[in-house]
């Protein structure tokens, strides 16, 4: 299991950092074209760069829900902490409810999704039916990562295993 939440972290890492470096290269050449006379840039440049910001940072989610680094509350992690069953205590609910938030998203993106059906976006040739897709695909794979990160937390049987 740990191997399966260090892969799904190194691949949500690349392909979220892929994703921000289409967004600032598409940016860099629409400004450098609006330099160029009868040019003028992209139509889209604006649109495209909102969308891919959103899914990179959705699809870090899944490598962030599946290594457990999400926000804490330190003060509670400091006073159970010290009590390996409280340790547990933590790691449970704050995944428990971490899986609830994104099983929220993934029905609300699917709502979304599927009602929304006219092709208000000015890039070619998409609907923002299928532009707000990621929100259940990226909905449920964090669910997974969360899972998982649950499961890697809860049978970790050292002590020494904590996060950095």
Not at 61 to 79: H, K, P, Q, Y
Request: overall charge positive; proline content about 2%; charged content about 15%.
């Amino acid at each position: 299991m740990k191997k399966l939440q260090q892969t799904m972290d190194k691949i949500t890492t690349l392909i979220s950092s892929i994703l921000c470096a289409a967004m600032m290269i598409i940016l860099f050449a629409n400004v450098v074209l609006r330099l160029i006379p009868n040019v003028g840039g992209f139509k889209w440049y604006m649109e495209s760069s909102q969308y891919l910001n959103v899914w990179s940072m959705l699809i870090a989610c899944i490598g962030i829900n599946a290594m457990g680094t999400n926000l804490r509350v330190e003060v509670v992690d400091s006073i159970f902490g010290k009590i390996a069953l409280g340790k547990k205590l933590v790691v449970l609910i704050r995944d428990v409810f971490i899986i609830l938030f994104y099983a929220l998203v993934t029905y609300s993106g699917w709502q979304l999704c599927t009602r929304a059906k006219q092709a208000v976006s000015t890039m070619p040739q998409f609907t923002m039916g299928q532009v707000y897709t990621i929100f259940p695909i990226a909905g449920v794979i964090c669910i997974l990562g969360a899972v998982v990160n649950l499961i890697v937390e809860l049978t970790e049987k050292s002590e020494g295993g904590d996060k950095e």
